[in-house]
């Protein structure tokens, strides 16, 4: 596990966008498997992935995009459905095939079928390249809420009532946050080649620092990431306000405070 500290979200974007862009870039012809997530941390990635996709020619006609989680029970439609939301903030900006972007299904009329269809999806494409993650405040990773098994799969999750309270401010009401969702799992998760966990922000210092420097548990799932053979940690000095540089990250990697680029990066 390798940690960025920049100075500030928009650094941030650019140092999550440059993985993603050296993936694409990096590519020798086949499909290059993307996994996106949502919440406000990724966002000022995927701003920036637009920005070179218009400014530069980064070009996303390779690419395949796979969601890590989505609402149960929001019609297809709702602004809030995550496969609304990265259409909205990234795809629909893209040269990427519409089809060729994936979401759990959120309106199964059998939400452990669709579950299991997505985890049948994502073993058939391929490792995903890039998985870029956010973490929540109760070191929750995707959906995969405390407790969640290092080897779990693709599920429905009830979210706990901190993570239905932290995600209201993305609704009109707390009681219109719906209380289950479908996640990969943490060992879908770490099926990928490259992750990338970008967060900013104070509110998820305590999280970010117990997750780089604390025990392995499944009392902060994010923690699980430290296992990883190439993870890396992106943050604006709110976020790594716990962190002690002086101190690895997980068990062989480095916390890094000045910027400078490491592993994974240009």
Known sequence: MDVMVLPDPAACGAAVADAVADALTGAAGGPVNLGLATGSSPLP???????????????????????????????????????????????????????????????????????????????????IDVQILGIGRNGHVGFNEPGSAPGSTTRVVALTERTRTDNARFFDRLQDVPHRVLTQGMGTIGRAAHLVLVATGPDKAPAVAAAVHGPVTTALPASLLQRHPHCTVVLDPAAAAGLDPDRPAGSSGRVCRTGTPVRGYR
């Open 45 to 127: 990635a995927y701003a920036e992935l637009v920005r070179r996709h218009r400014r530069d020619g980064l070009s996303f006609r390779a690419a395949r995009a796979f969601l890590l989680d989505e609402y149960l029970g929001l019609p297809r439609d709702h602004p809030q459905a995550y496969r609304q939301v990265i259409r909205r903030e990234l795809t629909d900006h893209l040269d990427i095939d519409p089809a060729a972007v994936h979401a759990p299904d959120g309106t199964a009329s059998d939400p452990a079928a669709a579950a299991a269809d997505y985890e049948r999806l994502l073993t058939a494409a391929g490792p």
